[in-house]
């Protein structure tokens, strides 16, 4: 069963939310075929599991602690769960048959396969940006409305993704091994640092499609956007990024 939780979907089971409801519906399945009791719950996000260990792990997971090392490309996790899900994309076993893109499950394969149809039916009409499914359409929106629906417990602050709020976790840690070799600033993840180090570079990658403004990041071109959409005179284009 399917659910809303601070207007956001939810697997009815577990709690999970997510911006894709095809991830959900095949979460849903997979809970439909298993009636085992769950009494374990956790009390910032009410996800509950049958076992003790299980609740302990997923605990890690609002605290932002990452013990679980992936020895292929060094990435770290919060669970063995999810380092088990990322050992998939190096195995291959969720691959695209059509582009050999590799997922982290049968969701994530499920949802990705979606993106070949071609088709998208389904247009913002802020910006004209079209979409294959009206859930990522929903979540596109987002940008424009302001909503923030996924809120970290520690600080309050609010994210349009799931995901966002997954790595903005990695904040509230003391380990940052990625640092600056310009100025020395230390950062939780690589990606941060690579936009960290275009302020020393002065590379702008992401360019506005209406007036050819340049900027460092995709969220200073988003916010940018919301001044096209906001006059008259001009009729908005997806985002762009340079191309050399």
């Known amino acids: 069963m399917l659910i809303v939780k601070n207007n956001v979907s939810c697997c009815a089971y577990c709690a999970d939310g997510s911006p894709f409801e095809a991830k959900i519906e095949v979460d849903i399945n997979e809970h439909s075929q298993d009636d085992k009791p769950r009494p374990y719950v956790c009390t910032v996000c009410d996800k509950r599991f049958t076992k003790k260990g299980s609740l302990k792990e997923h605990k890690l997971s609002h605290s932002g602690e990452k013990l679980y090392l992936c020895t292929e490309c060094g990435k770290r996790f919060t669970s063995q769960y999810k380092l088990n899900r990322h050992k998939n994309i190096h195995t291959g ?129 988003n916010r940018h956007m919301r001044v096209h959409m906001e006059s008259e005179t001009y009729v908005c284009s997806p985002l762009g990024r340079k191309t050399i």
């Open 93 to 221: 076993k969720y691959k695209c048959t059509e582009c050999s893109r590799c997922c982290t499950s049968r969701k994530d394969l499920a949802v990705h396969m979606q993106c070949h149809s071609g088709a998208k039916p389904f247009e913002c009409s802020f910006c004209s940006k079209r979409f294959s499914q009206s859930h990522c359409l929903d979540c596109h929106i987002r940008i424009h409305s302001g909503q923030k629906p996924y809120e970290c417990y520690l600080c309050h602050k609010g994210f349009r993704m799931a995901g966002d709020l997954n790595r903005h976790m990695s904040v509230h840690t003391i380990d940052k091994p990625f640092k600056c070799q310009e100025c020395g600033k230390a950062f939780t993840r690589s990606s941060n640092l690579n936009n960290h180090i275009r302020i020393h570079t002065r590379d702008k990658p992401f360019v506005c499609q209406v007036c050819g403004k340049e900027f460092t990041r995709s969220s200073g071109l």
